[in-house]
């Protein structure tokens, strides 16, 4: 076997591994696992002012994609620092430079368990996807009267029928292609789920656009400073 194929032999290796440590959450997952993601998706840029996690958990913007989880049509995708079954962690191969795909991705928003119980593996990274709630919706599609918006709908919203997706991974797990593999984990499950595409909302500077891109995503429009894409699953 040549240093190739040894190459491409250790790398099919290494994301069979990272497969393993993937599993959906369930609609018992407690609202405040998502909020180290939600932390990383509103903070994503050093170069702005921080928001700290206290605010945002009070603010409805951010609490449209984690508050009351569970409800119908919510999906959620975990990485773990090792396998939920009880694997070893894999080790953990060093970058110099963050890839895109491990940035947060939509820039509004994403979870993971802080300070978990030894006996819990813990989230490292974690993708998932939320409709607006209905009335929500109708509010923003028809009112043009300055309360328009004031029910939030979501900054990646295009339809009441396609979820937006939120996505982030741990500093220290970035760089490893977990949130490339978290992205085509949830988007499967979307697909298996019916949903006709995926949204989301990415600020304009925020590297992760590549990952989407090379995703499938396409930009249909804009929000503020931030592109609203789309990937279709059908």
């Not at 590297?207 to 990937?231: C, E, M, Q, S």
Request: glycine share 10%; with cysteine; proline share 5%.
């Amino acid at each position: 076997m040549n240093e190739r194929q040894n190459q491409d032999s250790a790398e099919a290796a290494r994301r069979t591994e990272l497969r393993s440590r993937i599993r959906p959450l369930g609609p018992e997952t407690p609202d405040e696992a998502f909020l180290p993601f939600l932390d990383l998706c509103f903070n994503w840029s050093l170069d702005k002012p921080r928001i700290d996690v206290d605010e945002l958990i009070e603010r409805d913007d951010a609490a449209f994609y984690f508050k009351d989880w569970g409800r119908e049509g919510d999906i959620a995708v975990a990485a773990y620092a090792k396998d939920p079954n009880g694997g070893d962690a894999a080790d953990e191969q060093p970058a110099e430079d963050q890839s895109a795909e491990d940035q947060s991705a939509d820039d509004h928003p994403a979870g993971g368990h802080d300070g978990a119980a030894d006996s819990e593996p813990e989230i490292i990274g974690l993708a998932w996807l939320r409709l607006a709630a209905f009335d929500a919706v109708i509010e923003k599609s028809t009112d043009t009267t300055a309360e328009a918006g004031s029910r939030f709908a979501g900054y990646g919203w295009v339809a009441g029928d396609i979820p937006e997706l939120s996505l982030a991974v741990l500093p220290d797990h970035q760089s490893q292609g977990i949130g490339g593999m978290l992205l085509d984990v949830v988007c499967t499950l979307a697909k298996m789920s019916g949903f006709p595409a995926v949204s989301l909302s990415v600020e304009d500077g925020n590297g992760a656009a590549r990952l989407y891109h090379d995703r499938g995503f396409v930009t249909v429009g804009r929000n503020g400073n931030a592109d609203i894409l789309v990937r279709r699953l059908k």
